[in-house]
C-alpha cells in the first residue's frame, strides 16, 4: 500500500503548483505526514511535514512560499503541499511521507517530478 501521489508538472518561475497525496484511513495513521524533495545529485530533503496535534515544520528555503495542509476523510486524508513563486530551485522530485499503522518507518509515495523554468 503506497500513498497516492498527484499534482507537479513544469512551470515558469514565479508560478504555482499543488501536489497532493491520498492516504487510506486503513492503512495509514495520522501521526504524521510529509512533503520531501530529491533534487538531481541532491539528498532527499524535508520539505514541509504536518503532525496530527497540527504542528508545522517547513524547511527555510521555502518558508512563505509553500504551504501544507490536510483535509481528513472518512475513508482517505488528502495531504496538499502549496507550492507558490516557484523557483527555479525548487525543481526535483517530490515524495509523500506517511506512517502505516504499526510502523516506525514511513511509507513514499511515488514521486512525481517538479520542473520549475527561469
Known amino acids: 500500500v503506497q500513498p497516492v501521489v498527484s499534482g507537479g508538472g513544469l512551470v515558469q518561475a514565479g508560478g504555482s503548483l499543488r501536489l497532493s497525496c491520498a492516504a487510506s484511513?486503513?492503512?495509514?495513521?495520522?501521526?504524521?505526514a510529509g512533503w520531501y524533495r530529491q533534487a538531481s545529485g541532491n539528498q532527499r530533503e524535508l520539505v514541509a511535514d504536518i503532525a496530527s496535534d497540527g504542528r508545522i515544520q517547513v524547511a527555510d528555503s521555502v518558508k512563505g512560499r509553500f504551504t501544507i495542509s490536510r483535509d481528513n476523510g472518512a475513508d482517505n486524508d488528502m495531504i496538499h503541499l502549496q507550492m507558490n513563486d516557484l523557483k527555479p530551485e525548487d525543481t526535483g522530485v517530490y515524495y509523500c511521507?506517511?506512517?502505516?499503522?504499526?510502523?516506525?518507518?514511513?511509507?513514499w509515495g511515488q514521486g512525481t517530478q517538479v520542473t520549475v523554468s527561469s
Open positions: 484511513r486503513s492503512a495509514f495513521t495520522r501521526n504524521y
Open positions: 511521507a506517511l506512517l502505516r499503522y504499526g510502523r516506525t518507518t514511513y511509507t
